[in-house]
């Protein structure tokens, strides 16, 4: 089904109609359809009958002109296409909901000339994708490719070895294909060594790119973030449009940006992640994230997501070992750590917020949240802040992933295929193989990577050494095009973000903390006793699976803190784990546990070295104080 089924009601204002015409069906040209372009959906509907179907613009996430598979426009053929790409929520058979990639398209057939035909298409691909760039378009506009928003060129970091090691499979098979459908281009880096997304970050030019998005775990934006923050143009630098991908064992930052948007997460959350990142970096979108600077007794860092001492940062570390497992490591960590069940005696200090009591808020959450029906599709609005487009590095080669937004293709005989005009898509050569229904062209969820992949092999054109940019015969490509660093990893290491690098420190000051060897003031709240776990975090979601602070928000320039003291037995323990996608598991345990908001903490631990970790990355074992800098990061993500 290419969209919802409904009839007309009476006594609705019908939506203002920017663009109305009758196209053919894909397959079957002697079907036809009234097509409606509003400004929230696609609607069409079979001449003769009352029955619409409607594309909602919140699920769609490009559209694309194409030419007929002949070479040239003949007396009988002289058809363009119109394929509009669309992700709409479906209810699954028994609980929750997933997306499903839908292709719809149409002959456009209205006129006996070839390039009336183009030219029609291309007003309805311009009006398409300015909406999705949440600018205004009504029926007065000229519709014109002057018209069409810059799109920014995202840096993206790779970490082949990251998760399971299936992120480079990931990303070709299931990102690659969506960003050319949004006709968005990137710098493809993969990272060959601890440390190299810091380098790349700390020394580039950053006006280079609009935006910097990971393909790993919370781990590499970690690495990324303290690149960042160690320029001297700190402050500028940390202001660039950051983004992230699933790739990790533990997603926290994908989970919680999934959660806060009613987006699914529990299948497919690649899939269901690039979508959310796109249609933000379509409009240009971010919100703010708040950071915290840590200070231990040698170095200063910065995270964005959690601090961990006790249980859960033995589970985060010692189950490295099962890292081939993916998420299920945390399971098996859990219970090896559970037979041990260790204490740490420490002293935990930290700034209340006052006038907050977490502990009401976060049922008040988990009440809501149980009753409460999650959005079925993004809503639809204008842009907020805008991403930079952006220029390739001369460090680094480029290659073309797609012809002309999107399409890839390759021709083997070497011939140039015509396109409607230079704005145009060129079709790809196994776009018609998809199935259909009344005519219309559609593909399946199981289909879609299949038809119309991207890889950055076979690539059509030439490129011209002086600007390093892809020609197709005199046209020059547009959309999703990449670049990837020269030296692709050959290393059989896993990459990871925790080595220790020598490095200047910049950024805000710390007025809320003092120097490490004094006490902390007297507002403060300390608490000296032995504990079995601590978590100090900043978003919803440590990891996929830990829900461990329902009352966390994006932005909100507080920090919540969640601890188990000695008492809580292995019993509670495994109901606490079994809890954990509910958030609910540190809230039963009266004077055993605790939920608290803060501005800053400090934890000074007596027992003998352990383990602490932050944002998942193991830090030096001691005291370490931290406080939170409210919005100091842009995060790729809609603002809605």
């Given amino acids: 089904m290419a969209g919802h089924r409904h009839s007309p009601t009476d006594g609705i204002t019908a939506p203002q109609v920017i ?17 409606r372009l509003t400004p929230e959906a696609i609607v069409y509907v079979v001449l003769g009958s009352k029955q619409e179907r409607t594309l909602a613009l919140a699920d769609v996430l490009g559209c694309h002109t194409s030419v007929s ?18 992700y709409p929520l479906k209810r699954k058979l028994l609980s929750g909901s997933a997306r499903n990639r839908v292709s719809t398209s149409f002959r456009v057939d209205r006129f006996d000339n070839y390039e009336q035909n183009c030219e029609l298409a291309e007003k309805w691909r311009v009006a398409v994708r300015c909406l999705l760039a949440g600018q205004t378009v ?32 990931y990303f070709d098979d299931q990102v690659m294909p969506m960003m050319a459908e949004a006709d968005v281009s990137i710098t493809l880096v993969t990272t060959e060594h601890s440390g190299h997304a810091f380098d790349v970050v700390q020394t580039a030019d ?9 393909v790993s775990g919370d781990g590499l934006l970690y690495e990324v973030v303290n690149g960042l923050m160690s320029r001297p143009d700190w402050e500028q630098a940390i202001k660039i449009p950051l983004g992230i991908l699933p790739a990790g064992s533990g997603n926290g930052v994908c989970c919680s940006i999934n959660y806060a948007l009613g987006e699914p997460f529990e299948e497919d959350r690649m899939f269901h992640s690039t979508f959310v990142l796109l249609k933000a970096t379509m ?35 010692e189950s490295e070992r099962y890292r081939y497992l993916g998420g299920s490591r945390f399971l098996f960590g859990s219970l090896h750590n559970l037979m041990k069940f260790r204490v740490y005696r420490g002293k935990l200090s930290f700034l209340p917020v006052k006038g907050v009591d977490a502990l009401k808020q976060a049922r008040q959450v988990l009440s809501k949240n149980k009753y409460e029906v999650k959005p079925r599709s993004l809503p639809h609005s204008s842009s907020a802040v805008a991403i930079n487009s952006g220029r390739d590095d001369a460090r680094m080669r480029t290659r073309s992933a797609s012809a002309m937004n999107g399409f890839h293709y390759v021709s083997t005989d070497n011939e140039t295929l015509e396109t409607p005009s230079q704005e145009s898509t060129s079709l790809d050569a196994q776009l018609m193989s998809f199935s259909t229904e009344n005519g219309v062209h559609h593909t399946k ?18 490129m011209d050494s002086e600007d390093k940019h892809y020609k197709n015969g005199d046209s020059d490509f547009i959309g999703a095009a990449v670049s990837t660093n020269q030296n692709n990893s050959k290393s059989s290491q896993p990459c990871t973000a925790g080595a220790k690098r020598p490095h200047r420190v910049y950024g805000p000051s710390s007025t809320l903390l003092p120097p490490l060897d004094q006490p902390v003031p007297d507002d403060w709240v300390t608490i000296d006793t032995d504990f079995v776990t601590m978590i100090i975090q900043s978003i919803s979601h ?20 969640s601890f188990l003291k000695r008492g809580v037995t292995r019993r509670q323990m495994l109901k606490i784990m079994g809890k954990m996608a509910d958030g609910t598991e540190v809230f039963e345990y009266g004077s055993d546990g605790g939920y608290v908001c ?15 970790t932050l944002d998942g990355e193991k830090i030096e074992y001691g005291p370490v104080q931290a406080q939170v800098h409210h919005g100091m990061m842009n995060l790729i993500m809609p603002n809605d």
């Fill in 19 to 35: 663009l109305e015409n009758d196209f053919a069906a894909f397959r079957r040209g002697n079907l036809r359809y009234t097509v």
């Fill in 69 to 86: 598979l002949r070479r040239k426009p003949t007396q009988e053929n002289q058809t363009a296409f119109l394929c509009i790409y669309s």
């Fill in 138 to 169: 009504t029926a007065e506009t000229e519709l014109t490719p002057s018209l069409l928003p810059s799109q920014p060129t995202l840096l993206v970091l790779l970490n082949p070895f990251s998760g399971q090691g299936k992120a480079k499979q």
């Fill in 206 to 214: 950053l006006s280079s790119w609009g935006g910097i998005v990971v």
């Fill in 283 to 317: 409009k240009g979108q971010t919100r703010p994230l708040d950071l915290m600077s840590v200070d231990t007794a040698s170095q200063r860092r910065y995270a964005f997501l959690s601090f961990q001492w006790g249980f859960s940062a033995d589970v985060d570390i």
């Fill in 445 to 462: 969820s199981e289909e879609d990577h299949v038809n119309g992949k991207l890889t950055t092999d076979g690539v059509v054109g030439t």
């Fill in 542 to 561: 440590i990891s996929e699976g830990y829900f461990s602070s329902p009352c966390s928000s994006f932005g909100d320039g507080v920090l919540f803190l």
């Fill in 598 to 612: 803060c501005k800053a903490f400090r934890v000074e631990p007596v027992s003998p070295p352990g383990l602490m």
